[in-house]
């Protein structure tokens, strides 16, 4: 599993989460607290929103503690709303395609848990994409596609139903190619103006989420980044969240009622 971290406020420096803190999410790519897997070593990335519509990103292949160029752009790069992500592989080979977070538009995303038989249902998922958004596949993770599936589902008009739509459509298409409803979602995504995540899970613990004040901004995080761990709030199992610089929102999340709808 990943560990990623994620900003909305007055703009601050990147390195006040990700590279700063005695629990930064670089001290966490190689000694996490709170996932399956302590060492997070697959690759790295970032996603910053400046002036224009669409972010900056970058990725890269080594894990984050060893290489200089991420430690010097978070110390240069100032932004009010900006992604950051950690990869531990659970499929998908070791490359920048398939680093987190990954971009659409204006849209970027990046995501902590698992799609379940993932390899048994993944032409089933491709087919739901049109012609455009197939095309636009780069990697090979599962993250990517469920990203893709958001965007085919509305997301630039309607993100809580996108998300809601897509992982209905996993579910539906895991219990129709016989395998079980296996869907792990700890997932951020933003758009320039609103950051949203979720957490979710169709059975056992839901990937750790959790969300605080920083000044003027608010974090949401796969983990606290400081020692103690205080201010923090966990996020409840099958929530929504939507941040936006007026403040904080969360709904319940409930795939499993428009898988039904689906499959009526």
């Known amino acids: ?24 999410l670089i001290a966490q790519s190689h000694c996490a ?74 849209w970027s995303f990046m995501h902590n848990g698992q799609i379940g038989n993932f390899d048994k249902i993944r032409r089933k998922l491709e087919a739901r994409l049109g012609d455009r958004l197939y095309d636009q596949i780069e990697g090979t993770t599962d993250s990517e596609l469920f990203f893709l599936l958001m965007v085919e589902n509305g997301l630039a008009s309607d993100p809580f139903g996108a998300a809601t739509r897509a992982a209905a459509c996993v579910i539906s298409t895991q219990r129709a190619c016989g395998v079980e409803a296996n869907l792990k979602l700890t997932a951020a995504f933003a758009d320039g103006e609103v950051l949203h995540a ?52 969360i709904h319940p999340f409930a795939p499993e009622k428009a898988e039904l709808a689906l499959t009526a």
């Open 33 to 106: 607290h709170e996932a399956k897997t302590a060492t997070n070593a697959d690759g790295f990335g970032l996603a910053w929103y400046g002036e224009r519509p669409e972010p900056g990103f970058f990725r890269d292949i080594l894990p984050a503690w060893s290489d200089p160029n991420l430690k010097s752009l978070c110390r240069q790069i100032r932004s009010s709303l900006f992604l950051a992500h950690v990869r531990a592989s659970t499929g998908g080979a070791t490359s920048r395609v398939n680093c987190h977070p990954f971009i659409n538009g204006r």
């Open 198 to 249: 979720v957490r979710y899970t169709t059975h056992g613990n839901a990937p750790t989420l959790y969300t605080r004040s920083l000044g003027s901004g608010r974090c949401v995080v796969s983990e606290p980044f400081d020692r103690d761990g205080s201010g923090w709030q966990s996020v409840p199992p099958s929530s929504y969240v939507a941040v936006s610089r007026e403040g904080i929102a």
């Open 1 to 24: 599993m990943c560990r990623w971290a994620a900003y909305i406020g007055d703009p601050v420096f990147l390195e006040d989460i990700v590279s700063a803190p005695c629990h930064s």
